[in-house]
């Protein structure tokens, strides 16, 4: 029913010049019979989005800088054309968004600087394919080696980036919100990458080894100088599949482990999958959480679970709450620490969270199923499988953690077994701080 409703607001959107207003008249005057259900509904303060969009830039620009560092360090000369290569990732990501009309979210500045890295994976491969090129035939000179690296390392690119992009489409299609933000910016990253890698920083590699400067020393240029961690790997000859029981038995504790904490000790569900409203405030005083969270209970709250937050001073977590409700929360909070900010708010139906977690389960479904296909089409279906089986065990034990990381979190509200050990954050001139 939710999604016809959804689809007349549409028709009727297309039909009226005034879209939004006129529809929302007719709804809330009585002329259309619907009735409306509130499924999500988010308030975001100016300082939390502020301070996130300034976190994100802070986090791109020190990725830039510290990954440019790292493979020029490692890569020399080649190392720091691929670094100017990556500076142009950022203006053809940008001038991408700028193109598709696209909506900048929070998660989709994640999924920028999430592709900075995948853009010097590229790198990577080419330029230890280059080295090894080197290493076989010095006498060809250092030109021939970047064309060769890029020559036989283009192909394993485009498969690593052909996956990532499945993924990206389907958080697009099987997500909401922030989410197809993120599947979007994503995509964009990992298309810029790839032009950043192959296009720009193949012609910059392959114009400054071709210097006459640069052959007669071969040691500056990157290629030419196979690196101490290669070599020391060549000296070490470690055995690995001769050690394979062992490793697959190491392996199979870990996930044993993993399935264990997931059903024993469950998992720390969002609001955005089990429905609620979540609640962002900072306060003027200094309190601790354990004040905090004794005056909201006295307000008539006690299921509410209070933490510290990074953005602000408390996080509340309750079940569908009314705004007068709500204004209880803050009137509680005020009694003891002053002026009250609220920095977001955030509701969630249990319809919608339903919905999310239903689409999470499906798309992860999906995922293994499209990996499997395209690994089974471009190499053979063995390797296909092995491959997935292995992103499954990756996904499960990285779920194993999150369950132990959410027990942990439990100890530390009312009643938990470290409850008098706790540690709350407090904020001191803008900055959290531990308070004993």
Not at 117 to 145: C, H, K, Q, T, W
């Amino acid at each position: 029913m939710r999604r016809q409703h959804q689809q007349q607001h549409r028709d009727l959107g297309r039909l009226l010049p005034d879209r939004g207003q006129r529809p929302a008249a007719l709804i809330e005057g009585g002329a259309l019979p619907l009735e409306l259900e509130l499924i999500s509904d988010r308030l975001v303060g100016p300082t939390l989005g502020a301070e996130a969009i300034d976190a994100s830039i802070e986090a791109g620009i020190i990725g830039l800088l510290l990954t440019g560092i790292f493979i020029m360090v490692v890569y020399r000369l080649v190392g720091a054309m691929a670094t100017l290569a990556l500076t142009s990732y950022a203006l053809l990501a940008y001038a991408m968004l700028l193109a598709l009309g696209s909506t900048l979210t929070l998660p989709g500045l994640a999924g920028f600087v999430l592709a900075i890295g995948m853009a010097i994976d590229a790198n990577v491969l080419v330029f230890e394919r280059a080295r090894e090129e080197y290493a076989e035939y010095p006498s060809a000179g250092l030109r021939r080696a970047p064309a060769v690296g890029f020559n036989k390392a283009w192909s394993a690119i485009i498969d690593s980036n052909v996956t990532t992009l499945l993924a990206a489409a389907l958080l697009f299609i099987l997500g909401s919100g922030p989410i197809k933000g993120f599947g979007v910016t994503l995509s964009i990253g990992v298309i810029a990458s790839m032009v950043s890698a192959l296009i720009i920083a193949r012609v910059l590699s392959e114009m400054s080894v071709s210097t006459k400067a640069v052959e007669s020393r071969p040691a500056i240029s990157g290629p030419g100088n196979i690196g101490k961690v290669r070599e020391w790997l060549d000296r070490s000859d470690f055995d690995i599949m001769g050690k394979r029981r062992m490793w697959l038995g190491i392996s199979g504790a870990a996930l044993v482990l993993a399935v264990t904490g997931i059903v024993t000790q469950g998992l720390n569900l969002g609001v955005e999958f089990t429905g609620g409203r979540q609640l962002d405030y900072s306060v003027s005083k200094d309190v601790t959480v354990d004040d905090a969270r004794a005056a909201i209970a006295d307000a008539g709250f006690p299921e509410a679970v209070v933490r510290g937050a990074d953005t602000a001073d408390f996080t509340v977590r309750t079940s569908e709450i009314s705004n007068d409700e709500e204004q209880q929360i803050e009137d509680a909070l005020s009694a003891i620490g002053g002026d009250v900010e609220k920095i977001d708010d955030q509701t969630i139906g249990a319809s919608l969270g339903r919905e999310l977690r239903d689409k999470a389960l499906i798309a992860f479904g999906i995922a293994l199923l499209a990996q499997l296909l395209y690994l089974a089409i471009r190499f053979k279906w063995t390797f296909g499988v092995s491959a997935v089986v292995a992103m499954a065990h990756d996904v499960v034990l990285v779920v194993g953690l999150f369950a132990s990381a959410g027990e942990a979190d439990r100890r530390h509200l009312p009643g938990g077994r470290d409850d008098h050990h706790r540690s709350v954050r407090q904020r001191h001139g803008g900055r959290l701080r531990p308070h004993p």
